[in-house]
T-cell receptor, first 117, second 113 residues
Framework: GAVVSQHPSWVICKSGTSVKIECRSLDFQATTMFWYRQFPKQSLMLMATSNEGSKATYEQGVEKDKFLINHASLTLSTLTVTSAHPEDSSFYIC?????????????FGPGTRLTVL | GDSVTQMEGPVTLSEEAFLTINCTYTATGYPSLFWYVQYPGEGLQLLLKATKADDKGSNKGFEATYRKETTSFHLEKGSVQVSDSAVYFCALILNSGYSTLTFGKGTMLLVSP
């Protein structure tokens, strides 16, 4: 089946630094990728939708200058957490929509655990 | 807005027991309904789905029926295995126009030998 990878799987950084998380669709082309944030015992919260070659669409309450999303190719989207602070510590999950498989088919990455000290 | 409510976990069962994980939803339109499963250290995988009322989704022994009258999509399995231990997410997406997945909080299932 379709596979989505994320890198890194976990990262620890100091407050004030920036962290980049990559999301790749390994065996299919993804015109649309989604970034979610998951807190402990909470549901996945959609942060933004990124379409290849265009600007990301952010959900209400998500700071676009804080969470920079780039979707430069059909197989790669990146999320950069800029000037990270402890409250940004969370589990970040991406998903990719297979452009050939229909609008309700999304494949999820394994997630990236971010800890900001 | 749209929302999904799942029973809180963890659900702890012995192997071969019957499983039910309740899921109810509210939606402004006509949704498709999904169950995703997340095994430890892995991403979410689509387990099953149903796109209209009275549809039954099934996969790997799991079943769920789209009940419009009760706005429910309960997940069931007749005989669970240790390997079914995971977190299960109920989700919906509206069928009309551009829409994104709305998830429940997830229910952890722990199956002991």
């Amino acid at each position: 089946g379709a596979v989505v990878s994320q890198h890194p799987s976990w990262v620890i950084c100091k407050s004030g630094t920036s962290v980049k998380i990559e999301c790749r669709s390994l065996d299919f082309q993804a015109t649309t990728m989604f970034w979610y944030r998951q807190f402990p015992k909470q549901s996945l919260m959609l942060m933004a939708t990124s379409n290849e070659g265009s600007k990301a669409t952010y959900e209400q309450g998500v700071e676009k200058d804080k969470f920079l999303i780039n979707h430069a190719s059909l197989t790669l989207s990146t999320l950069t957490v800029t000037s990270a602070h402890p409250e940004d510590s969370s589990f970040y999950i991406c998903s990719a929509r297979d452009r050939l498989a229909g609008t309700d088919t999304q494949y999820f990455g394994p997630g990236t655990r971010l800890t900001v000290l | 807005g749209d929302s999904v409510t799942q029973m809180e976990g963890p659900v702890t069962l012995s192997e071969e027991a019957f499983l039910t994980i309740n899921c109810t939803y509210t939606a402004t339109g006509y949704p498709s309904l999904f169950w995703y499963v997340q095994y430890p250290g892995e991403g979410l995988q689509l387990l099953l789905k149903a796109t209209k009322a009275d549809d039954k989704g099934s996969n790997k022994g799991f079943e769920a029926t789209y009940r419009k009258e009760t706005t429910s999509f309960h997940l069931e399995k007749g005989s669970v295995q240790v390997s079914d231990s995971a977190v299960y997410f109920c989700a919906l997406i509206l069928n009309s126009g551009y829409s994104t997945l709305t998830f429940g909080k997830g229910t952890m299932l722990l199956v002991s030998p």
